[in-house]
């Protein structure tokens, strides 16, 4: 089923956890079911840098309701870079750039080729 939002709560704590962050980007994957994202996955060894946020993904488990990844960035600015993109690529439909001050309005989605798509809060 197609990723068409995001759980309050699940945007909540992925705010919470950027600002702690802050200024490092940190970076986990996102678990779906019936179309929302309910869930942050943590994966030990993920690296947060402030260049780029980066998961071993040769830690990621066998696991179809991964459907992306979501990372903040330690600016405003929510666009992907060219190693956010390849990333994205390889990592599942949905990803979400979380920008500085993270707030519910300073975060962008975007598709596996870095479109930018809607995501609803609900
Ligand atoms: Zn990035």
Known sequence: MKVYAIKRQTLKMALEVAK???PKEFAAMLRARDGVIIEL???PGS???DRSAMIP???KPV???IVGVIHS???PNTTPSQADIALFGRSGDVH???GYPYTEYSWAAYDR???PIKLKII
């Open 47 to 49: 690296i947060g840098s």
């Open 41 to 43: 996955l943590f994966i």
């Open 73 to 75: 960035h330690p600016s």
């Open 96 to 98: 979400i750039i979380l």
């Open 57 to 59: 993904f040769y830690m």
């Open 113 to 115: 080729m870095g479109n």
């Open 63 to 65: 696991d179809f309701s």
């Open 20 to 22: 702690d962050n802050y």
